[in-house]
């Protein structure tokens, strides 16, 4: 790095911010606040601006590492093992979808791929209906849309689209399938592509450089490398949190302990994890659907070989979209995807694509004019489709066991055919579904016939996640929800869940935007309840 | 192949976690030094573990490292220690699984019988370890399958992690800030 570029955690740190590296402590750490906050991400970072700037005492508690632009060098070798839960490797029970999340200051936030939609009023109409969630109307929650995407400068990307989102609305475009442009939470945005490896100018805004420094601003706790262990409970209520201290290199315990007495208790470690340290603290559970319905938009990718370069590691990895067919059939209906492209960087790419040795190196020295869309299905709105669970493993940590059902894998054999489709009609010479017995294909029809006749099981077909949603559905108790509307368990009256894991379906968009939008609106309530003054709409 | 029903193919795979479990109490075979790297301790990956990953990885990277010989030799020793970094950075469930998956691949009785590999994996060729991740890949296996995925990954993410990869896939790196 030849020039300075400023670092807002560095020079924060250097202004005297309140933070604890649990990973250097050598004695049991007790603290006291008013709220304490388990996970930095969308919604933990959210909420501790909010409460922060309501006057409250905010204690946050981090499994991952503080890390910041000083140290996004957009190196992947780097980025996966120090950003990501399981080094970007985390898998399902049965291994068969890989899921990208964050495990970090800033949570997901810090290394998602920036787009921003509102929650669709389809998905809110099926929240009304089914699970009591009679306020969620696009009306009510469009001020804290507007808020959230004003602090966080959410707006449709307004440069040309690098060429692999390029393709995507071209090729569309040729068979008459409608595309748009992604919103993104980005401000100066250089267009580099690396918002997978951490933003290195801090162009986005993720909860890294927002929130969070605006919470320690104001005084709020930051711990990190800690891991919430369990609540204790005394009656219906928490009573306190448990965390230990975690060694930087393995993440194993270390022997010390961080406990945390507060009025409020705010679970926002994102879906799998939050689920987990619920069940963990063995939270009443009367209707036993903790951990249930956790929902992945399971995704299938489709690669084409094209004729000019595409360069899809260069430039914002996401700004074209297309919703089309996630409305050719009613919500219910045969599952429907949302079209995307992924950025194309040499390490994910290569685990990511199918075959080896000179077959696997020649697919992979293509890599330069290689294009990739993915296919990300709408999981969760039909009996056929009801996710996943999250369980513990025997040393309590989280595996969350998610069947593709047939229903799932019809949608992903349409998704392959509509994206090889869309590839060859933007010209690709060859298009390869990712999947271990196809290979390039030279023609549509070529394509069409092969993967008609594609086994749909795992560990053939190549699925991963980005968007783990669900696990602590809200809604109505007797809909059997784990938690209400507003965010508060139903029967822990000082526990709040203000993370994706409230979502009782998944949402058919990238989650991000739902996650500010709805936190926001709930930590608000939150923080009037705790500090006695009315429901105001506050954020800086 | 047969298409397996799920019941058997539930008790093919409880045969193959019994493999599993067999291979995991295998002991690490001697040292060669091969991969006696001076200049890095290895973490995760103990010498027999080495061996395989080295004969696995010359054959799942065939076509991606260096033609000339002694390129290739530095390349493999890099190839051997990015996957032990890799291995080294996941949490400590997946580090025991690969762990498993190891055991039963250097244990000779579960690698000739769920491998296919009969000799050593240094005396392994090139052909009998294309046959074996051909075999995994497409197994009708789960488990299997999952070997062959774990091991895919864990040298894909060594290799192209490594800048040495990046210019044979017309990838500059990362741009200048």
Known sequence: MTTAIPDPIVEGLRRGWHVIDASAIDHDVNLEADAVIVGTGAGGGMTAEILSEAGLRVVMIEEGPLRSSSDFHMLEREAYPSLYQGSAARQTKDRGITILQGRNVGGSTTVNWTSSFRTPPETLAYWRDRYGLATYTPEFLAPWFELVERRLSIHPWDVSPNENNAVLRRGAQKLGIPTAVIPRNVKGCWNLGYCGLGCPTNAKQSMLVTTIPAALDRGAVLVHHARAEHFTLSGDDVSGLVCSALEASDQRNRPYQITVKARAYVAAGGAINTPALLLRSHMPNAHRRLGLRTFLHPVVLSAALMPEPVDGFSGAPQSIYSDHFLYTQPIDGPIGYKLEVPPIHPLLAAVTMTGFGTTGSARLAGLANTQVIIALMRDGFT?????????????????????????????????????????????????????????????????????????????????????????????????????????????????????????????????????????????????????????????? | MARLTRRELIHTGLGGLALLALGGCARPGSASGRFDDPGYTYRALTSGDRELVAAIGAVMLAGALPTDAAAHGVAMVQVVRGVDIAIDGLPPNVQSEIGQLFGMLRFPVTRAFAAGIWSSWENAGASAVSDFLARWRFSNVELFRSGYQALHQLLMASWYGNAASWARVGYPGPPAV
């Open chain 1, 383 to 540: 009996f056929a489709s009801q996710g996943g669970a999250v369980e513990l493993r025997h040393d309590h940590t989280p595996q969350l066991d998610y069947e593709i059902t047939p229903y799932v894998w019809d949608g992903m054999r349409r998704a392959l055919l509509t994206m090889a489709e869309i590839q060859f009609a933007a010209g690709a010479k060859t298009v390869m579904p990712l999947h271990e017995s196809a290979v390039p294909y030279r023609s549509w029809s070529e394509a069409k016939a092969a993967i008609a006749e594609l086994p749909m099981e795992i560990m053939r077909c190549r699925v991963v996640s980005a968007h783990v949603m669900g696990g602590c559905a809200m809604g109505n108790d007797e809909h059997g929800a784990v938690i209400a509307g507003n965010g508060r368990h139903h029967s822990a009256g000082n526990l709040y869940v203000f993370d994706g894991s409230m979502f009782p379906t998944s949402l058919g968009v990238n989650p991000q935007l739902s996650i500010y939008a709805i936190v926001a609106r709930n930590a608000n309530e939150l923080a009037a309840s705790l500090t006695g003054r009315p429901l105001g709409r506050r954020i800086v």
